[in-house]
């Protein structure tokens, strides 16, 4: 697998809460918890799908969690290409 990643994980990995820059992080303030919404993803589909083996390998990433991971990117697929389509017909 080509890892061309430039993160510099151990650097990641040794930050603490204390550590973290929030500073261009707005406050969770009233305001926001009036707008969030509570969202409990559906039962899971169970399905079989045939990867390519690199492919299979990018997402297994460093702790093998790979199918949340594809669970994810699937859906933020969906969501771009959903919005996608109803800027389209808006704007016809």
């Avoid at 930050?15 to 409990?40: G, N």
Wanted: proline share 7%.
């Amino acid at each position: 697998m080509n890892n061309s990643s430039e993160t510099n994980w151990a650097m990641i990995d040794a930050l603490t809460d204390e550590t973290i820059d929030r500073s261009e992080m707005p406050p969770l303030d009233e305001r926001f918890f009036e707008r969030a919404t509570w969202r409990m993803p559906a039962a899971y589909v169970p399905v079989t799908v045939h990867i390519d083996p690199d492919l299979l390998a990018w997402f297994e990433g460093r702790d093998g969690l790979y199918e949340p991971r594809m669970l994810a990117a699937l859906r933020l697929y969906a969501k771009v290409h959903q919005d996608i389509a109803r800027q389209t017909t808006l704007a016809t």
